[in-house]
């Protein structure tokens, strides 16, 4: 799950990546009740397993079930830091609706690998996935060499803003 919003009283709209679908927007109605049996299962970051069902602007969720929650990291500020900057740039610069196995499997290894990763070693941990994810989806070339400055200032370029999610690309 790349991220959420809040609608309304209960529901969630949420942004997923799947392997099959691409880049997805659904609505998850009720999951923020205390009583929803849902609500451990779709939180940003997490992989999961969902059910959805068509609806009129929104596809809904009907069930979800975790896959992988990611606890060896949600604690530590700069990995939870580092996961948002790689779910931010994936929701930014890939389309709706397009599916992108090999951004997807980039993404889930870029999570997973966060719990093994060492605080030291993040910065460059980021940098390569920026690039990686740049260099797939053809606004880098493959291969070519690029300093943290200018790549913080090339992906502000793209976006035409910068990211929200932290200080790592400017």
């Keep these: 799950m790349l991220k959420a919003r ?43 397993r ?39 740039l994936v929701d930014k610069l890939v389309p709706e609706k397009q599916e992108n196995r090999e951004v997807y499997e980039l993404l889930v290894t870029a999570l997973s690998g966060l719990g093994k990763a060492q605080q030291a070693r993040l910065d460059a941990w980021q940098r390569r996935f920026s690039l990686r994810l740049l260099e797939m989806l053809g606004f880098w070339p493959v291969g070519e060499k690029v300093d943290e400055e200018t790549l913080g200032l090339y992906v502000k370029e793209i976006l035409e803003r910068p990211l929200k999610s932290g200080q790592l690309l400017g």
């Design 50 to 88: 969902v059910f959805l069902a068509r609806g009129k602007t929104w596809d809904v969720i009907t069930e979800a079930q975790s896959v992988d929650n990611h606890t060896l990291w949600r604690e530590d500020l700069a990995k939870v830091t580092a996961a948002y900057t790689f779910c931010e």
């Design 6 to 48: 809040q609608q309304g009283e209960a529901d969630l709209i949420l942004t997923l990546f799947s392997r099959e679908y691409g880049k997805l927007v659904v609505r998850a109605p009720g999951v923020r009740r205390v009583t929803s049996r849902k609500r451990g299962h779709l939180q940003t970051f997490s992989q999961v």
